[in-house]
């Protein structure tokens, strides 16, 4: 159990850890009610001089998207890993516990595994956009957990852009730029941009446009800050959802209770209309802010394939890509201290970094 005190990192709200309780070799009754008590412990004090350099990631969503995008939000944070060691790999399914953040939840949309659900997925951060230096000076908080175990710093920045859908309607997306680093000595800079002009048979990317045939050429130029360890190409195209289908994921706690039925949507614009219930109710369990289950007929981009090079061009299979059809392509640009794109693609280690841009659509003829 851990207790969070509110604070501020110069412009930026935030909370700190403060006293917490662990227990171990717990008994538990299955199937019955389990009675659990403690006293926190006092905080274990530790500090870090914060210093982020906001301004730099002010024009990191220049030229990722075919018309300027809206940025929503930053956040950043400071975790431990448990059971993983400073020095050890990357792994993708340890859960950091947050020993001090900012008001925020971002998704990483991690290269290596092949997530790129973020771009689908609202932040829904509340603190604003990080333009500005946050100048915090030396930050207390409570650090409990074992001296050998992983302390990382993460910073996160995100944009919405809308993109239109075949039929009129459009689609809200939100582009990432993350980065993951042990913990900072000084202060925390982008360690990665976006590719520079991106192109489809050498045609901007970003125009709306028609191609003549399945032979899909990407190319672009290196990122202006960062040297990736290798790209993605996540393609997509207008799916029809099945009820069940996760569509823009996980809302806040309290907007969606227990029993909403399917396909009700809270404020989310270019997906269904507010208020939609196609039918049937969450499960029993569902916790509050549950996932968002899917219309029955709705359409939306969905990825359908992702593909991976080291190098700053990629040539589509001609199978991926069907005649009548209508495309998106979001390239994201990866930085990582041990992968290896065309040797080992899975091996990770700290520094990570991402950073994405999207197409306009473009059609096969």
Same mark, same amino acid.
């Given at each position: 159990?851990?207790?969070?005190?509110?604070?501020?990192?110069?412009?930026?709200?935030?909370?700190?850890?403060?006293?917490?309780?662990?227990?171990?070799?717990?008994?538990?009754?299955? #199937?019955?009610?389990?009675?659990?008590?403690?006293?926190?412990?006092?905080?274990?004090?530790?500090?870090?001089?914060?210093?982020? =350099?906001?301004?730099?990631?002010?024009?990191?969503?220049?030229?990722?998207?075919?018309?300027?995008?809206?940025?929503?939000?930053?956040?950043?944070?400071?975790?431990?890993?448990?059971?993983?060691?400073?020095? #050890?790999?990357?792994?993708?399914?340890?859960?950091?516990?947050?020993?001090?953040?900012?008001?925020?939840?971002?998704?990483?949309?991690?290269?290596?595994?092949?997530?790129? @659900?973020?771009?689908?997925?609202?932040?829904?951060?509340?603190?604003?956009?990080?333009?500005?230096?946050?100048?915090?000076?030396?930050?207390?908080? @409570?650090?409990?957990?074992?001296?050998?175990?992983?302390?990382?710093?993460?910073?996160?920045?995100?944009?919405?852009?809308?993109?239109?859908?075949? #039929?009129?309607?459009?689609?809200?997306?939100?582009?990432?730029?993350?980065?993951?680093?042990?913990?900072? *000595?000084?202060?925390? =800079?982008?360690?990665? @941009?976006?590719?520079?002009?991106? =192109?489809?048979?050498?045609?901007?990317?970003?125009?709306?446009?028609?191609?003549?045939?399945?032979?899909?050429?990407?190319?672009?130029?290196?990122?202006?800050?960062?040297?990736?360890?290798?790209?993605?190409?996540?393609?997509?195209?207008?799916?029809?959802?099945?009820?069940?289908?996760?569509?823009?994921?996980?809302?806040?706690?309290?907007?969606?209770?227990?029993?909403?039925?399917?396909?009700?949507?809270? #404020?989310?614009?270019?997906?269904?209309?507010?208020? *939609?219930?196609?039918?049937?109710?969450?499960?029993?369990?569902?916790?509050?802010?549950?996932?968002?289950?899917?219309?029955?007929? *709705?359409?939306?981009?969905?990825?359908?394939?992702?593909?991976?090079?080291? =190098? *700053?061009?990629?040539?589509?299979?001609?199978?991926?890509?069907? @005649?009548?059809?209508?495309?998106?392509?979001?390239?994201?640009?990866?930085?990582?201290?041990?992968?290896?794109?065309?040797?080992?693609?899975?091996?990770?280690?700290?520094?990570?970094?991402?950073?994405?841009?999207?197409?306009?659509?473009?059609?096969?003829?």
């Amino acid at each position: 159990m851990r207790q969070y005190e509110p604070t501020a990192f110069g412009s930026m709200d935030g909370y700190v850890m403060g006293p917490s309780l662990t227990l171990s070799d717990l008994s538990l009754t299955t #199937g019955g009610p389990n009675t659990i008590s403690g006293a926190l412990n006092p905080t274990v004090p530790a500090s870090i001089n914060l210093s982020v =350099k906001g301004s730099a990631w002010a024009p990191l969503f220049d030229h990722i998207a075919p018309t300027a995008p809206t940025a929503l939000g930053g956040s950043f944070y400071l975790s431990v890993q448990p059971y993983i060691s400073a020095d #050890g790999p990357n792994v993708l399914s340890s859960k950091p516990i947050d020993l001090l953040w900012t008001s925020g939840n971002c998704s990483s949309g991690n290269f290596t595994s092949g997530d790129f @659900s973020a771009i689908l997925t609202p932040s829904r951060p509340t603190n604003q956009p990080l333009t500005a230096d946050v100048e915090a000076g030396a930050v207390q908080y @409570s650090d409990p957990f074992s001296s050998a175990w992983r302390r990382t710093f993460r910073v996160c920045q995100t944009a919405s852009i809308s993109i239109p859908m075949p #039929g009129g309607s459009t689609q809200n997306f939100n582009l990432l730029n993350t980065q993951t680093t042990s913990l900072p *000595t000084a202060t925390v =800079k982008p360690l990665l @941009s976006a590719v520079q002009n991106p =192109k489809i048979n050498g045609a901007d990317l970003f125009t709306a446009g028609t191609i003549n045939g399945t032979a899909v050429t990407l190319s672009w130029d290196p990122p202006a800050i960062g040297t990736p360890f290798g790209y993605a190409v996540a393609i997509m195209s207008p799916t029809t959802s099945p009820v069940g289908t996760s569509l823009v994921g996980t809302l806040p706690v309290g907007t969606l209770p227990v029993g909403t039925p399917q396909g009700t949507i809270i #404020g989310t614009v270019g997906t269904f209309p507010v208020g *939609t219930s196609p039918g049937g109710t969450l499960p029993v369990g569902t916790p509050p802010g549950g996932t968002i289950i899917g219309g029955i007929g *709705t359409v939306g981009f969905f990825s359908t394939t992702l593909l991976s090079t080291a =190098k *700053t061009s990629i040539t589509v299979p001609p199978n991926l890509l069907s @005649s009548g059809k209508t495309y998106l392509f979001v390239i994201t640009s990866a930085v990582d201290g041990r992968a290896n794109m065309e040797t080992s693609p899975r091996r990770s280690s700290l520094p990570t970094a991402n950073a994405q841009l999207i197409s306009a659509p473009i059609t096969i003829q």
